[in-house]
């Protein structure tokens, strides 16, 4: 066998990903809020980038050149944090007072309607709640040492891990003092704080009630401590047997029990709460639906015409010349990419919305089946540009706020041709299980036949999946005797 070598030329395509096509990737992927904080970091690092066109300019993609630099892409220029600028411009008689520092992106003023709520830094905590407390008590030192202590080792849950001894042993206190002071501080606010367990944490909130019955309280009780499991399980005969009552009586206090707060430290917090700001916007116009992009999640960059005078009047070929093209190509390329970011956003929206049209008329019972290969069909994209697309992204309806992934999902068949969702025969279930006679529930094969009934092609077991799924107990967890 005889090796040779010998020089060829052939052509073949390949996809080479840029540093500019892994950002456009990115930025379609951001939601809201991440798009808001990349926007406010590039603005903060190009000097040639405003969120605000002048009045009297023209918008920069009205421009093609500078200088005679095309709108091309570019490289992140390093090493331009010692610039000085104002230098620059002093040396060259160029009044700086168009330029603006945007320390973040501003709501615009036309957005009525969609102002949100400003959270507060920071919400109390749980120990900080209860410190307050214990700060205005009258005790001594040294029962306040261990009521820190107590108050510190609580869960997220308001529950208490360590026990008395072990508190005691730590602290090298009397046990009897300990249970002393944490007696005191179950006392405080919020009702069932500091137990051991959850059992423990429903008495004290049944103890805490000002109003409540003694012969009910006393019932309540027995049920917290003897027959939880029956009162999860809703077996409301066999704990009348046993606190010797009638079981509407039962009935009653079971759902007064219900009431109660399992986890009562859950209502405090430390960190601050998020906000859902939708990405786009549907509206009814007619017998229609208009889509457009929230304002506020849309950010109107452009090009500063300020710089673009300063480049005008630079020297081509020079160190500053070179910087500002390389800072302008930066820019276009992000405008450029923030846009078709808000234009596949809206395509994909729009192609949504035409889908699941009968939801937004007729409610969740009414939701079709939805695959991302459907969609990118119909905007001409690929499925993984959809995915990226609806991930972390919310729809404000006329029917509320959803993310864009609920309107995708599996089905089942039925009359009609494009089948039912697995949301919509949720929504159905649940609209059924609404109206059901409280004393004699529907079970899960009365469900199925009744869906059959419909022209939905569906089992029991995928009723009772669905129905699960959607947090509904079954037919004997949700009978109730009056």
């Known amino acids: ?169 730590l602290l090298s206190e009397d046990p009897a003092r300990v249970r002393k002071v944490l007696s005191f501080i179950q006392t405080f606010d919020p009702p069932g704080i500091a137990a051991a367990n959850l059992a423990e944490s429903l008495l004290l909130q049944i103890r805490s009630m000002p109003d409540i019955d003694e012969a009910d309280a006393a019932a309540a009780e027995c049920m917290v401590t003897k027959h939880l499991s029956d009162l999860a399980a809703n077996r409301m005969r066999e704990i009348a047997r046993c606190v010797k009552r009638p079981v509407a009586d039962v009935q009653r206090i079971a759902d007064m029990i219900r009431e109660l707060d399992p986890k009562p430290g859950r209502r405090y917090g430390g960190g601050q709460p998020q906000y859902i700001i939708p990405d786009v916007i549907v509206e009814r116009d007619g017998d229609g639906y208009t889509v457009s992009l929230n304002a506020i999640t849309s950010p109107q960059l452009y090009v500063s015409p300020y710089y673009r005078e300063v480049l005008a009047c630079e020297e081509k070929g020079s160190e500053t010349s070179k910087f500002l093209s390389e800072r302008l190509n930066s820019a276009l390329w992000l405008i450029k990419s923030i846009e078709q970011r808000n234009q596949t956003i809206y395509n994909v929206v729009r192609a949504i919305v035409n889908h699941q049209a009968a939801f937004m008329d007729g409610g969740e019972k009414y939701l079709k089946p939805l695959t991302l290969k459907k969609i990118a069909d119909a905007v001409g994209v690929h499925e993984s540009t959809v995915s990226r697309t609806v991930n972390g992204k919310y729809m404000q309806t006329p029917r509320g706020i959803y993310e864009l992934k609920y309107f995708f999902g599996s089905g089942v068949r039925s009359e009609s041709p494009d089948g039912v969702s697995s949301g919509g025969i949720k929504a159905l279930i649940k609209e059924m299980i609404a109206d059901e006679d409280v004393s004699s529930p529907l079970s899960d094969q009365d469900i199925a036949d009744s869906l059959v009934e419909r022209g939905i092609d569906i089992s029991r077991r995928t009723v009772a999946k669905y129905r699960e799924d959607a947090g509904i107990p079954s037919s004997s967890g949700r009978r109730r005797y009056t």
């Open 1 to 169: 066998m005889k090796l040779e070598f010998d020089i060829s030329l052939e052509q073949k395509q390949t996809l080479q990903v840029t540093p500019e096509l892994i950002q456009a990737i990115k930025i379609l992927q951001y939601n809201a809020q991440e798009l808001d904080t990349f926007t406010r970091e590039q603005l903060q690092e190009n000097p040639l980038l405003e969120i605000e066109p002048p009045e009297d300019e023209e918008r920069q993609d009205d421009i093609p050149e500078v200088n005679g630099v095309p709108e091309t892409r570019g490289e992140k220029v390093r090493g331009d944090e010692d610039f000085d600028w104002s230098e620059y411009l002093n040396e060259r008689g160029i009044d700086d007072i168009s330029y603006k520092h945007f320390g973040s992106v501003p709501v615009p003023a036309d957005s009525e309607g969609l102002e949100y709520e400003r959270a507060p830094d920071e919400s109390e905590s749980l120990a900080n709640h209860l410190l307050r407390q214990l700060d205005l008590a009258d005790i001594s030192d040294r029962k306040r040492r261990i009521g820190e202590y107590i108050i510190e080792s609580l869960d997220e849950n308001g529950y208490l891990a360590p026990d008395e001894d072990e508190i005691a042993e």
